[in-house]
């Protein structure tokens, strides 16, 4: 099975990038002068589709704006070209690693030059002068884009327990929050041994090799430890050094939190507010890291629905930045993605006949083709699971993925268009082989096989299950944030923030 699809970057966004100039937003409070601080927001495979999404979703069905678009709106806004040592595609680690250091680096690799020696981050840099650091995801701590700006590791596919410790070595982070408590506690233990606040649904074995308990550890060097979002909310207020896990390994998806008893995990948002609160009490300043990483997974699902929620909580988490900014004008907030996932896009399309619209004019209107409208928008919203979770329901029945797409989209499917959904080769792989090529991880194969199902009724395409190569949109608001205009290597974003931490006072 092969797909195609429009890799225009969507009519509204150009216009809003090519042509936002207006000024900043007006403080409704009295702002106050400090030591420059930089926020880094990164949107794990938020491409220029991806953000169009979003703003089509805001303004044609939600009657707003996103926190997003108004940042766009300051005229901050420029492009970052996604370009590893040698390559033209690039993976999560390197691209992070080269927005943390500045220099190309090779896909997969962490904090490693091309010859193979370390590099210095920016958390690492300003750790070293008295700054206070903070790393905050929606994904294990120890994944590719956290990862990057704290570890160094010929692969980010090493071991979980490796890239914590090499995380945790040298004490370069002052605020930690996230998922992957797995490689924190001891081998042959649960993680809820040690950290009781994990609900069930994320708790999970140690992947440990050896008996260290990291969380004594941490406790030990000063770190207060949390595990849910009432004792996060809590430790905000005095802690100076903190520790929040909330998952075994990766928190689930937004969209799929009503499944499960997760009531007590935070979203970004207030992991944002909470890290914002400790580290803002440092008179010396501070970096910290903010990543919206399950926008990528939604995107190797070919998932639209899942994909659209993950970028509205990442936007959420992006206005708790930009209202801190709104006080403290000292703070660089910089907004962008690593690269592209799935090649998504609305369509046009054949579906069958296009009924007429009568026009006040007497004129009727009858396009030769079907066009999306919000109406489409508005069937990704409703969408109550992922696609991953009601395949995981149906268990390969026909029948019963009938019942569950309906059930959780409201969209009507054949059993045949179920079947087909189900379909798997003589190896139990989704799919066919030249589908599986551009799908290689199972489960992401099978999830794009149900989308293209229901392309239908979507008018949803996608034209991968992996990475794309267009630049990806990044805005600025704060001190140097004009430097961020044009276009550029993603290795610029290093400097505009090295460049504004050095104003100390």
Known sequence: MTTRTSK??????????????????????????????????????????????????????????????SLMGDGNTGYSLTLPFENIV????????????????????????????????????????????????NMRITHATPAAFAVHQSSRYNSEQALMDDLLGEGDVDVLLGGGARALVPAGSWV??????????????SNREDALNRIEDLANQGY???????????????????????SASHLPYVIDRPHMNVSSVPTLAEMTSAALNILSRRDEGFFMLVEGGSIDFGGHANDAGTMLQEILEFDEAVGRGLKFQQSHPDTLVIV?????????????????????????SGIIYNPDFGYPTKEHLEILFRQSASYSYILEQASMDPEKL????????????????????????????????????????????????????????????????????????????????????????????????????????
Request: charged residues 20%.
């Open 336 to 360: 962008t993605g690593d690269h592209g996932t799935g090649g998504f896009s609305f369509t046009d399309a054949d579906f069958g006949p296009v009924p007429d619209v009568p026009l006040e």
């Open 8 to 69: 225009k970057i969507a009519p509204l966004l150009l216009s809003i990038m090519l042509l936002a100039a207006c000024g900043p937003a007006q403080d409704t409070e009295q702002p106050r002068a400090g030591t420059p601080n930089v926020i880094l927001f990164v949107g794990d495979g938020f491409g220029a589709t991806q953000m169009s999404l979003g703003i089509q979703y805001a303004r044609l069905v939600g009657q707003r704006e996103l926190n997003i678009e």
């Open 90 to 137: 690039i993976d999560s680690a390197a691209s992070a690693a080269q927005m943390a250091t500045g220099q190309l680096v090779r896909n997969d690799m962490l904090g490693i030059d091309p010859d193979g020696y370390p590099i210095e981050s920016i958390l690492e840099w300003a750790h070293k002068r008295g700054l206070g650091t903070g790393l905050v995801t």
């Open 192 to 205: 809820s041994e040690a950290l009781p606040g994990i609900p069930e649904d994320l708790d999970g074995e």
């Open 402 to 505: 009938v019942e569950l797409v309906l059930a959780h989209t409201g969209l009507e499917m054949t059993l045949d268009e179920a079947k087909e959904a189900l379909v798997r080769g003589e190896d139990g792989l989704p799919g066919t082989e030249d589908f599986r090529r551009y799908h290689p991880d199972p489960d992401d194969g099978a999830s794009a096989l149900l989308g293209l199902a229901l392309a239908r009724h979507s008018f949803v395409v996608w034209s991968t299950g992996e990475h794309t190569s267009d630049p990806v949109p990044t805005y600025g608001r704060g001190p140097g944030a004009e430097k961020l205009r044009g276009i550029y290597p993603n290795t610029h974003i290093y400097s505009v923030m090295r460049d504004t931490l050095e104003r100390r006072n």
């Open 224 to 246: 207060e430890i949390v595990s849910d979002a009432q004792s996060l909310q809590a430790a905000a207020s005095h802690a100076t050094k903190l520790i929040g896990m909330f």
